[in-house]
């Protein structure tokens, strides 16, 4: 996982409550994304950036947000739009863009709507 | 549309043998094809890469093979270990036009057994 941390690792939400997931990084890349891993299905695009205060919608990113203000950081907010918010959440970064770069990813966090 | 096809789902082999994973894939153009490994609540790891040129790439007892003409890799694990259970997920990088949007099987889910 080394130089990406994700926070919390387990987060409970009620319906209705907007949460947020942290994803810090000290690996100086300039691209970041969110992952949503469901059992049994590949990992989907929620969100990623390839610069500060550059971001571009994935394939699934109806009921979340983010924001990229500083390099080292890329919260991802799912709000009570999302209707089946529960899933593993995977942040990841890459040195560019590149399509040759490999994506790091994080430890993960586990949202689970009450 | 483009797609990754993991087999099997499952897999249960007794510590010491060899396995075999295998990844279809109908993504094009096509840019380079990773295999990792997720272990239960991590983020995934880079286990090889290989480009279209590159038919066997290793890294220790892992060793990925590539046949462009099919759209066919594997990943071969040789003399398993109690820490090689995990998901294993096949991942293909389309070509430039659609970015570094990364196209992910569902994965092959292995337990080594003693």
């Known amino acids: 996982d080394g130089g990406i941390t994700q926070s919390p690792k387990y987060l409970f939400r009620k319906e209705g409550q907007n949460v947020t997931l942290s994803c810090e990084q000290n690996?100086?890349?300039?691209?970041m994304y969110w992952y949503r891993q469901d059992p049994g299905q590949g990992l989907r695009l929620i969100y990623y950036?390839?610069?500060?205060?550059?971001?571009q919608k994935g394939d699934i990113a109806e009921g979340y947000s983010v924001s990229r203000e500083k390099k080292e950081s890329f919260p991802l907010t799912v709000t009570s739009a999302q209707k089946n918010p529960t899933a593993f959440y995977l942040c990841?970064?890459?040195?560019?863009?590149?399509?040759?770069?490999?994506?790091?990813f994080g430890p993960g966090t586990r949202l689970t709507v009450l | 549309k483009n797609q990754v096809e993991q087999s099997p789902q499952s897999l249960i082999i007794l510590e010491g043998k060899n396995c075999t994973l295998q990844?279809?894939?109908?993504?094009?153009?096509?840019?380079?094809l990773r295999w990792y490994k997720q272990d239960t609540g991590r983020g995934p790891v880079s286990l090889t890469i290989?480009?279209?040129?590159?038919n066997t790439k290793s890294n220790g007892r892992y060793t990925a093979t590539l046949d462009a003409d099919t759209k066919q890799s594997s990943l071969h694990i040789t003399a398993s270990q109690l820490s090689d259970s995990a998901s294993y997920i096949c991942?293909?990088?389309?070509?430039?036009?659609?970015?570094?949007?990364?196209?992910f099987g569902a994965g092959t889910i292995l337990r080594v057994k003693s």
């Open positions: 990844c279809n894939y109908t993504v094009s153009p096509f840019s380079n």
């Open positions: 950036s390839q610069i500060v205060n550059d971001f």
């Open positions: 290989m480009t279209f040129s590159e």
């Open positions: 690996l100086n890349h300039d691209a």
């Open positions: 990841a970064t890459s040195l560019t863009s590149g399509s040759y770069n490999e994506q790091f």
């Open positions: 991942v293909v990088t389309p070509g430039r036009e659609y970015g570094n949007k990364l196209v």
